[in-house]
């Protein structure tokens, strides 16, 4: 059996996708099924149980003979949540004890880090363990995965294999149900077809000019390729990033969403929000020389090549992966 928590989400929906496109259906599905919004991410794929997320440790300790991987990939992601409450229970303390049943039974173990750990970027985006412990997040969300990367490399008990992904700015299918956390690309498309115009956020620094920020974008079919990768590599245990490897301006993406459409560009400015502008990152740019070095094969998709492949084939007919 293959466990991936968070399956009714965003990338985790996605992700049980590629592994029954490779053959691989003995699948337990993890996650609060409870709402509705999320059903359509995990109906129709193939697998053999659904269990509550609050359950699925007593399970685990009941079935660990059956279990040959982990992709723990739930979490409370929302930037924007203040509450560290949630972020202890949901994405620190729930994820040590994966952990910690994962050392017990000899099961390697995949986990959901995030981009958001670099802060403002002043320490670089570079994926090695020594960076670690200096890092300062803008957020709650951010301070979460970063308390749990610096507690796991602090384990003298580990999985016999473990990776951290520290993903980037993920876009894709079956991230219908996310709301304000949904990708760029995802309101882009939304605010082109009703209205024939995209409103991106202006500068508020004068080294930046409007449109000019830059994020690592990268689509979510090439996130589950390297999770598949990993599942098969069991070897070089660490933190890794998880991006295209190349920052690409929100003028960019804009665009790219117009072509797709193929509509022409009216793109304006507004304010960003007061609430997330002073915790608003202005460049992200991942690394991705740690995981091309253990022999991940694959080049990342473009971000023109992305959004193609994305408005035209899953946003335009509301379909899934």
Known sequence: MIIITGAAGFIASCLVAKLN?????????????SHESKKANFEGKKYNILIDRELFPA????????????????ARTDTTEFDKSIFDHLNFNYTKKI??????????????????????GEHGYDD????????VPLNPYGDSKNEFDKWALAQEKQPYFWAGLKFFNVYGPNEYHKGRMASVVFHAYNQITKTNAMKLFRSHRDDYENGHQQRDFVYVKDVAKVCYFLMHHRKDSGLYNLGSGK?????????????ALDKPEDIGFIDTPADIRDKYQYFTEANMSKL??????????????????????YLVETRYL
Do not use: M
């Open 21 to 33: 496109e490779e053959g691989y259906n003995d699948l337990v599905l993890v996650d609060d099924f």
């Open 59 to 74: 399970w685990l300790e009941e079935n660990e003979n059956q279990v040959q991987f982990i992709f723990h990939l739930g």
């Open 99 to 120: 952990w910690n049943l994962c050392v017990e039974y000899g099961i390697p173990l995949v986990y959901a880090s995030s981009a958001a750990t670099y802060g403002g």
């Open 128 to 135: 090695n363990h020594e960076v670690v412990n200096k890092l």
């Open 247 to 259: 920052a690409r301006t929100f003028l960019d993406l804009a665009k790219g969403v117009f072509a």
């Open 292 to 313: 091309h070095s253990i022999g991940y094969p694959h080049e990342f998709t473009s971000l023109e090549d992305g959004i193609e492949d994305y408005v035209k084939g």
